[in-house]
């Protein structure tokens, strides 16, 4: 079975500091993966994805995150929080044969906390 | 600006009534997605759309009713027969059936009073 985990349910940090949000996926495919944020009450914003081309993926707002298929992982990664980077933060799989909507498994979603 | 606008940004509803939650699009994408939201648990599919005419059940269809006259229109009606309708509601939409991201509306927030 396909799945998408988020390692951590919330996650605390301090301006200024580096963040790490963690994503397993099980795939028997080859993936594509994204992250996507939500701030409260609002729709989800694509951050980043990755899509079978370099393995180090730079998304908006300063994030990045690295596809490492031998350990299935996709973390996202900040060096340096900012107070507006709280919000929440989902790990997506999209799965071939691509079919619309189903092929789209969500994370749980983890809370970034950012403390001045 | 292209984009989804989904409308009302808060609904209440009262027992046994049913209420459609309106979203529309304007950036000519073919598919069109509905998600349910609750705290902790992600983004649960309940419809989706692949083209004009046609719609498709994901996870958790019962309780709800969609329809797709127009491409850019996709409403959702959380019918009665949701036992638990309170959530918040996302829609989406893709380039087509075979494109792999997805772009979100502002969601809308649905309380039972």
């Known amino acids: 079975a396909q799945s998408v985990t988020q390692l951590d349910s919330h996650v605390s940090v301090s301006e200024g500091t580096p963040v790490l949000l963690r994503c397993n996926y099980s795939?028997?495919?080859?993936?594509?993966l994204f992250w996507y944020v939500q701030h409260p009450n609002k729709g989800l914003q694509l951050l980043l994805k990755y899509t079978s081309a370099a393995t180090l993926v730079k998304g908006i707002n300063g994030f990045e995150a690295e596809f490492k298929k031998s350990e299935t992982s996709f973390h996202l990664t900040k060096p340096s929080a900012h107070m507006s980077d709280a919000a929440e933060y989902f790990c997506v799989v999209s799965l071939p044969p691509y079919q619309a909507g189903t092929a789209l498994i969500f994370g749980k979603g983890t809370t970034l906390s950012v403390s001045s | 600006d292209g984009g989804i606008t989904q409308s009302p940004k808060y609904l209440f509803r009262k027992e046994g009534q049913n209420v459609t939650l309106s979203c529309e699009q304007n950036?000519?994408?073919?598919?069109m997605y509905w998600y349910r939201q609750d705290p902790g648990q992600g983004l649960r599919l309940i419809y989706y759309?692949?083209?004009?005419?046609?719609?498709q059940k994901g996870d958790i269809a019962e309780g709800y009713s969609v329809s797709r006259e127009k491409k850019e229109s996709f409403p959702l009606t959380v019918t009665s027969a949701q036992k638990n309708p309170t959530a918040f509601y996302l829609c989406?939409?893709?380039?087509?059936?075979?494109?792999?991201?997805?772009?979100f509306g502002q969601g809308t927030r649905l309380t039972v009073v």
């Open positions: 989406a939409s893709s380039i087509s059936d075979k494109s792999t991201e997805a772009f």
């Open positions: 795939s028997s495919y080859s993936p594509s």
């Open positions: 759309s692949q083209i004009v005419n046609d719609f």
């Open positions: 950036l000519n994408h073919d598919a």
